[in-house]
């Protein structure tokens, strides 16, 4: 999640931010990563890693980090990430898929009638 901080409040944003990370006693794990602003020399954002092994544990976790950040003094807006996620497959090469895959590139003899 992206948190920006207000104008000249980041040390104490940031102070606020790693308590409210560190009082977290859910499985999910967590992680402040600061993130510098590169057209003046203050900071005006950083980011919170909520990573999990399973989609509910994740939006468990991510839900109550945001109420917590909520809490936190100095800052201006706290944005989730988090989208719906969508089940994603992947292909497994098998010799079954690999010899169907062997004979569709093959070139298909024709027929005399074709000629």
Same mark, same amino acid.
């Given at each position: 999640m992206l948190v920006l901080v207000q104008n000249g409040q980041y040390d104490s944003a940031l102070a606020g931010v790693k308590r409210a990370v560190n009082s977290y006693q859910?499985?999910?794990k967590l992680q402040v990563g600061q993130a510098r602003n590169s057209s003046n020399a203050s900071s005006s954002q950083m980011q919170v890693d909520v990573r999990a092994g399973d989609p /509910?544990?994740?939006l468990a976790a991510n839900d109550q980090v945001l109420a917590? !950040?909520?809490?936190?003094?100095?800052?201006a807006e706290v944005r989730s990430n988090l989208? /719906?996620?969508k089940p994603q497959y992947q292909l497994v090469p098998t010799d079954? !898929?690999?010899s169907r895959s062997m004979a569709r590139s093959r070139p298909r003899?024709?027929?005399p009638r074709a000629r």
């Open positions: 859910g499985p999910a /509910a544990t994740l917590a !950040l909520g809490k936190v003094s100095g800052l989208v /719906a996620s079954r !898929l690999l003899p024709t027929s």
